[in-house]
């Protein structure tokens, strides 16, 4: 069977998981993806990690918040008239309704949906917008070939939800080849008594919890620092509540945005991760593979709808991985220099035994072969 042609609403390869996520189906495939290009990137982006696959943007409405339909247009008719199968990546109203029309126009057709995250409930009417979405999501994707998701802990929700657990698969985030490369040759970490060095990676807006972050750490007993990689709308809000914690204190650090090498350095440098988002629409955090592959266990929280909680959850470190026993965790990991070095070698064993490339291949065979 021929490969299969992706759709999605953003440009990849882009920097956000999804984008990431169809940029290495995409390089194993080698086939086209379409795209709405919702950020208008297909101008003048430079792409972050090599393209060897062909692209094409979908005319699509203009865009009444985030919600983005498609256009009737030659590109649109002929995806749809393809016998190929489809591949398209949730959330997103318009790819959820050109699935739709997929499975209608051709029963037969495999169409297939990586259900990314659940959506998180938003204040006034994008709340309402938000539910009827994934109302209208769950009642379609269990009447596709396959879903693929990319945690069991998402795989559970869905069959929860009704999708047959025949037809639910998991598939989750990698890296790339280089990447990996790069990120498994730092070497652990030692057990020395320096302060803990934490490490916070990500856009700086208000559901990744920054500031949650930043008051645990003031409750501290041992000395520690953070470093903050990242930019967004709340950068200012943040930099503000830092001075209202620790005052002239410099043990938080914003670095802006990193190039990939000084966020290499940073990685190299750190004792753990911390990604305290409060929502599903954080569902796996690839960052965390990042971390885990250089040997730096990663914290973030349990959620009934996202896989941030299984993806770096360790043996080694057992703690409820809810937000009022953040401060405990850390100060534990502060006081104790050669849990530190343990959970290192455990991190970098569960990125071995789970999310390394080779293993990321074997699971994507699997699935993917008997359509291929």
């Not at 990500?202 to 953070?226: F, H, I, Q, V």
């Not at 960052?287 to 909680?309: D, K, Y």
Request: charged share 20%.
């Amino acid at each position: 069977m021929d490969s299969f042609v992706q759709l999605m609403r953003e440009w990849p390869p882009g920097y956000g998981g999804v984008e990431r996520v169809a940029h290495e189906l995409a390089s194993e495939w080698g086939a086209t993806v379409f795209s709405f290009d919702a950020q208008s990137r297909s101008a003048d982006e430079i792409d972050a990690l090599q393209v060897s696959y062909p692209r094409v943007v979908l005319p699509a409405s203009p865009p009444f918040g985030r919600l983005l339909l498609p256009l009737p247009s030659r590109a649109l008719w002929s995806l749809l008239r393809s016998r190929r199968p489809l591949y398209g990546h949730l959330p997103s109203p318009g790819v959820l309704l050109v699935l739709l029309l997929a499975r209608l126009l051709q029963p037969r057709r495999p169409v297939f949906a990586h259900w990314h995250c659940f959506v998180a409930p938003e204040p006034g009417s994008k709340n309402r917008l938000f539910a009827v979405y994934q109302w209208l999501a769950l009642r379609v994707v269990p009447h596709l070939t396959k879903v693929i998701t990319t945690s069991p802990v998402l795989a559970k929700e869905l069959i929860r939800c009704g999708c047959q657990s025949a037809r639910v698969a998991v598939l989750p985030c990698c890296l790339n080849a280089e990447q990996e490369k790069v990120l498994l040759a730092l070497p652990l970490r030692s057990a020395t008594a320096t302060p803990l060095r934490v490490l916070f990676i990500g856009r700086l807006d208000s559901y990744k919890r920054l500031d949650w972050l930043m008051e645990a750490l003031s409750l501290l007993n041992n000395p520690w620092s953070l470093a903050v990689v990242g930019d967004g709308p709340r950068r200012l809000a943040f930099e503000s509540l830092r001075a209202e914690l620790f005052g002239a204190s410099s043990a938080v650090t914003f670095m802006g945005r990193l190039d990939e090498t000084a966020k290499l350095a940073e990685l190299a440098s750190a004792d753990v991760l911390v990604l305290p988002s409060d929502r599903s629409t954080e569902a796996f955090g690839i960052v965390q593979l990042e971390a885990m592959a250089a040997g730096i266990p990663s914290l973030a929280f349990q959620n009934q709808r996202s896989g941030m909680g299984w993806v770096g959850q360790l043996s080694g470190l057992p703690w409820s991985q809810q937000p009022d026993d953040l401060s405990l965790v850390l100060d534990q990991l502060a006081a104790s220099p050669e849990l530190r070095t343990a959970l290192s070698l455990e991190a970098r064993d569960k990125y071995l035994n789970l999310f390394a490339r080779k293993v990321w291949l074997q699971a994507f065979d699997s699935i993917f072969s008997p359509q291929r």
